[in-house]
């Protein structure tokens, strides 16, 4: 029955209310550790997201050494296929794959072994999906520790850990560029996520140093999506914990939607001019339980399937 009722008052959402450009947002996430899968909210304006599928898993994760799949990214590309990568463990040195054409029925989960070559490597931690429609190339980026990599003390994280971003591309995910640095800054740096808007591609990353204490988002930008200049703006988010940037284009605004993660709960900034941000964590509202992950477009028709 609660089903029933849910199904009914999304389908009279989708009669009665106006989708921007015939898009509706969308939102993928995980809850707790990663355990259960994939999770997708939606929301028609930004800024109130409801859960789908009564706030259950689309996808179990299957492999990995924890089997988790936490931090899922998702982009859909120009034939209408979404992409999604995620972390498949605390400590795994590949990253999770899949791919789905209504976000429901997903292809065989298989595991990209990113940094095989890299003696050493610790982990793979939250990678993210940009495609980048100019070049019909996608470029995949993540957080790894590589022992003795980076041995700046000043620049750990919890553990000991030194984080920088590696990446590769791909254009079919079958075949794959060899695994090089993507954003190496004189901080410990994770959570990296890509916009662009106009003829400017925007990074946004979480400064993870301990100490001092900084878990903040920062910015820095490019002509194209990479060798991004390692000087970063100063936060864009304020005096609290946060990680798991995950930026939208909504209208005139892009937003910057983010984990609050020692308050449980999520948080947003926008801006116009992508110098000038606003607070907007108040005006926000999200499924409960919702953890990093990426917000994105779908049509109409992609989100009336979800539905049913």
Excluded at 128 to 133: I, K, P, T, V
Aim: charged share 25%.
């Amino acid at each position: 029955m609660k089903k029933l009722i849910s199904l009914f008052i999304l389908m009279a959402a989708i009669c009665s209310c106006s989708a921007p450009e015939n898009n509706v947002y969308m939102f993928s996430y995980f809850t707790e550790n990663g355990q259960d899968g994939l999770h997708l909210a939606y929301s028609y304006d930004g800024l109130k997201w409801e859960a789908l599928n009564d706030a259950e898993s689309f996808l179990t994760p299957a492999i990995g050494k924890d089997k988790l799949m936490r931090d899922p990214s998702i982009v859909q590309d120009d034939n209408g296929t979404f992409h999604m990568v995620w972390t498949t463990g605390w400590w795994d040195q590949g990253i999770g794959y899949a791919s789905s054409k209504d976000l429901v029925n997903w292809s065989e989960q298989k595991n990209i072994p990113v940094m095989d070559k890299f003696p050493g490597t610790e982990n793979s931690w939250a990678p993210e999906l940009f495609y980048d429609r100019a070049t019909k190339t996608f470029y995949i980026f993540w957080s790894s520790t590589v022992d003795g990599a980076f041995e700046d003390k000043s620049t750990e994280s919890e553990g000991g850990l030194n984080h920088r971003q590696y990446y590769v591309t791909t254009k079919d995910f079958e075949t794959f560029s060899e695994t090089e640095l993507y954003f190496a800054p004189d901080f410990c740096v994770i959570d990296g996520a890509v916009i662009k808007k106009g003829k400017e591609y925007y990074l946004f990353v979480k400064n993870e140093n301990i100490n001092p204490v900084e878990k903040n988002i920062r910015i820095t930008s490019n002509t194209k999506p990479y060798d991004f200049p390692t000087e970063v703006s100063e936060p864009i988010t304020g005096d609290y914990w946060a990680e798991g940037p995950a930026p939208l284009q909504v209208g005139e605004y892009v937003y910057v939607y983010f984990d609050k993660y020692m308050e449980g709960k999520y948080g947003a900034v926008r801006s116009k001019d992508m110098k000038t941000w606003e607070d907007v964590s108040d005006m926000v509202t999200f499924p409960e339980g919702i953890r990093h992950g990426t917000a994105f477009k779908v049509p109409v028709k992609v989100f009336e399937g979800l539905v049913r």
